[in-house]
Nanobody, 125 residues
């Protein structure tokens, strides 16, 4: 499966962005999908994830209440709505997918085989 992420940009603190991740080659059905981010000089970290079939969602504590992961089954696209953005949210955001749907692996980047190219989000103070 090929993933194409988009929607990044420059936004002021308190603003919002919506990232999109479209899949081609096959549908997300039966997969877990996740959003990760990597800030300069830092390790890649889990942001949000979803069991595509059940729709159950998972979030990092740092984004709970501000970010929402959602899906459009018709468009085979997963979204990350990011509200109340903070400068510390600045990072390259990646979408990822994998067929191994195990709850304990949702937040582990090594448990995702397919990755998008990343989209840069910059939040100014």
């Amino acid at each position: 499966v090929q993933l194409q992420a988009s929607g990044g940009g420059l936004v002021q603190a308190g603003g919002f962005l919506r990232l999109s991740c479209a899949a081609s080659g096959r549908t997300f059905s039966g997969y877990k999908v996740g959003w990760f981010r990597q800030a300069p000089g830092k390790e890649r970290e889990f942001v949000a994830g979803m069991n595509w079939n059940s729709g159950r969602t998972y979030y990092a504590d740092s984004v709970k209440g501000r970010f929402t992961i959602s899906r459009d089954k018709v468009k085979n696209t997963v979204y990350l709505q990011m509200n109340s953005l903070k400068p510390e949210d600045t990072a390259v955001y990646y979408c990822a997918a994998d067929s191994r749907i195990i709850l304990s692996t949702m937040s582990i980047s090594g448990q995702y085989d397919y990755w998008g190219q990343g989209t840069l989000v910059t939040v100014s103070s």
